[in-house]
């Protein structure tokens, strides 16, 4: 039997699952192993399980034993994982796209009307005896009927875009290359990044984290956006260049900033809880009971396809 090391504790029933197919290694606990603490433990290991909270880096799969054949990552997103040293050592990675989907797509539109409508501000007006409705009070941007610009039309991108047109929004994206007919559903395409911004009076951003767009929202891009803007990120913090983001929502450039990931989780930019103007959730995206069943599932599949000596249908490297 296959022995594989887990570095985040499971919900129970993906637990048992794997169980009966593996030899495991789990963390009951659920403390975030170190880099050494995942080497160390997964010396006997034939294949590690992990999670976005765990950097596995060039240095760390250098170290790791000769062994271990493949990391299932229980994530869509694989940038805490150098696959190209994963490669060069014979190591697969595998993701888990498609099943997190809808519920990272319902988030994106949760950071936007939160961000748009002044949920932060309300709550804190919630909770203070003797709030008063008034004609003016906490007037927030309508998203119905305004232009959303898409950054990044793969799954995710698409699966908004499909929300957005329930607010009878104008879709607009940009990704590395154009949808076709069927997968644009009439959505308008921007084969640059100042082209898209310049419309976007929402801005979701759902593109991976990759060199190419680390801090693709900087000083320089965010002067493309009509003023007033409202940007969602549920994709990665790395995306943004926080300095930059905490001017533009300090000047009103931009008018409201709903975020779900961060530089460095889960550490957050200080400047970012100075503002009002923000509306921060903690990485929820894939957070329904059913969706994290499904990714650990997904995950477990893919280890069992490659044990069984075929090509896992979520490989990345
Ligand atoms: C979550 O952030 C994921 O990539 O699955």
Redesign the pocket.
């Known amino acids: 039997m296959k022995k594989i090391f887990v570095t985040r504790r499971l919900l129970k029933e993906n637990e048992d699952k794997l169980k009966e197919i593996f030899e495991v290694k789990l963390n009951a606990s659920d403390k975030i192993y170190s880099p050494s603490e995942i080497i160390e433990g997964s010396k006997d290991c034939d294949g590690l399980l992990t999670s976005?909270t765990d950097p596995i880096d060039k240095d760390t799969i250098s170290k790791l034993s000769t062994k271990i054949k493949i990391i299932a990552n229980g994530?869509?997103?694989f940038g805490n994982i150098d696959c190209k040293a994963a490669k060069e050592k014979g190591i697969a990675v595998t993701n888990?796209p498609d099943v997190?989907t809808d519920a990272?797509a319902d988030i994106a539109i949760l950071l936007l009307l939160g961000a748009s409508r002044k949920a932060y501000e309300g709550r804190i007006e919630a909770e203070r005896e003797g709030w008063k409705w008034s004609w003016d009070f906490l007037l927030g941007k309508q998203m119905s009927n305004k232009k959303i610009g898409i950054l990044g039309m793969g799954r995710i991108g698409r699966a908004v875009a499909k929300r957005a047109r329930g607010f009878n929004m104008e879709i607009h994206y940009h990704n590395r290359s154009r949808l076709d007919d069927k997968l644009e559903e009439g959505a308008i395409y921007h084969k640059d990044i100042k082209s898209l911004f310049s419309i976007s009076e929402f801005l979701s951003i759902n593109c991976p984290a990759t060199p190419d767009t680390n801090k693709i929202i900087n000083s320089k891009t965010l002067n493309y956006l009509p003023s007033n803007c409202v940007i969602g990120n549920a994709a990665r913090g790395d995306v943004v260049d926080d300095d930059a983001m905490i001017k533009a929502l300090s000047s009103q450039k931009v008018f409201a900033y709903g975020l779900d990931?961060y530089n460095g989780e889960p550490k957050i930019n200080p400047g970012y809880l100075k503002l009002k103007n923000i509306f921060l959730l903690p990485?929820l995206?894939?957070a329904t009971k059913r969706t994290r069943w499904d990714?650990a599932y997904r995950a477990t599949k893919n280890l069992e396809v490659f044990f069984k000596g075929e090509k896992p249908q979520d490989l990345v490297n």
Do not use: E, P, W
Request: charged share 0%.
């Open positions: 976005v994530a869509v997103g888990t997190l990272t990931v990485h995206g894939s990714m």
